[in-house]
């Protein structure tokens, strides 16, 4: 009301709604201007754990240097992890999946296949995911040494 009594002393007429709108604005005017704030948040994908991401590129490096392609024909072992064929036949016997020699070549197939027996171990005790899968005994100790380099 002190408002209205300032305006009308300047002489001025103004209704009552045309006083509303002219408070509104000059109310306005004095506020800070700022957008309303948001209560949001955000989800980014996480990359995916992968406990043995080193160790087969370590694994891949000792039996093959990286090669994909590799084969041992006094051994029967294909493909970057150098897979036997008893361990074939055991994977595809125990996973019930039906994959040959030649699918040891693909590195996804070959991968698959030395996940498979890493997670029997288990991943936290990379020396005994190596020396099994290099195979038993004293000499395994080697390998593991040979494996430890690149990890």
């Known amino acids: ?9 300047f002489g001025m007429y103004i209704n009552a709604k045309k006083i ?7 109310l306005s005017l ?3 201007l700022s957008a309303p704030s948001m209560k949001s948040f955000t989800i980014f994908e996480q990359a995916p754990i992968e406990p043995y991401k ?9 039996e093959t240097k990286g090669d994909t392609m ?6 029967g072992a294909a493909g970057i992890f150098q897979i036997r064929p008893i361990r074939l036949i055991d994977y595809n016997k125990r ?14 197939i070959s991968e698959k296949i030395f ?5 029997q171990v288990g991943p936290y005790n990379l020396e005994q995911i190596a020396r099994k899968w290099n195979g038993s ?8 040494h040979r494996i430890k380099k690149y990890l």
């Open 54 to 62: 080193m160790l087969a590129f370590a694994v891949g490096m000792i």
């Open 115 to 119: 996940l498979y027996y890493a997670d």
């Open 137 to 144: 005994g004293h000499l395994t100790t080697n390998y593991w």
């Open 70 to 75: 590799a084969y041992n024909p006094l051994e």
């Open 1 to 9: 009301m002190h408002f209205i009594r300032i305006i009308q002393r």
């Open 20 to 26: 509303e709108i002219i408070c509104f604005i000059l």
């Open 95 to 108: 996973t019930g999946i039906n994959y040959t020699r030649e699918d040891l070549f693909n590195y996804e």
């Open 30 to 32: 004095s506020l800070p």
